[in-house]
């Protein structure tokens, strides 16, 4: 059964640095095209970061204007993961970090449980 498993949250001062890790589990990584959510209370869940499978087709890579020039994702074809790496944290990156993987060709779409972020002085 396909499983994303989501690591690396944690509670940290403004300006430092987490990095999330999302194992995927049981899919054809290569053809997915994987992404980083997060939602806070009261809000939806809003996409922060992705990157398009490129096994077929170009690498895209997408990150939503509050986050771009502070995180960057990566992919590892090989170790069927995908990592957000997240810089210069803010008090409003709080929340819970979900990863996601697409693949539309199949209409296949799988979450992760969520791996809580709270940036707090």
């Known amino acids: 059964q396909a499983q994303l498993e989501e690591s690396g949250g944690g509670l940290v001062q403004p300006g430092e640095s987490l990095r999330l890790s999302c194992l995927a589990r049981d899919i054809a990584f290569l053809y997915y095209n994987m992404a980083w959510y997060r939602q806070t209370p009261g809000k939806q869940r809003e996409l922060v970061a992705s990157?398009?499978?490129?096994?077929?087709?170009?690498?895209?890579?997408y990150y939503s204007d509050s986050v771009k020039g502070r995180f960057t994702i990566s992919r590892d074809n090989t170790l069927d993961t995908v990592d957000l790496q997240m810089n210069s944290l803010k008090f409003e990156d709080t929340g819970v970090y979900y990863c996601?993987?697409?693949?539309?060709?199949?209409?296949?779409?799988?979450w992760g449980q969520g791996t809580q972020v709270t940036v707090s002085s």
């Open positions: 990157i398009t499978q490129d096994t077929t087709r170009d690498r895209v890579i």
């Open positions: 996601n993987a697409d693949n539309p060709d199949v209409q296949r779409n799988y």
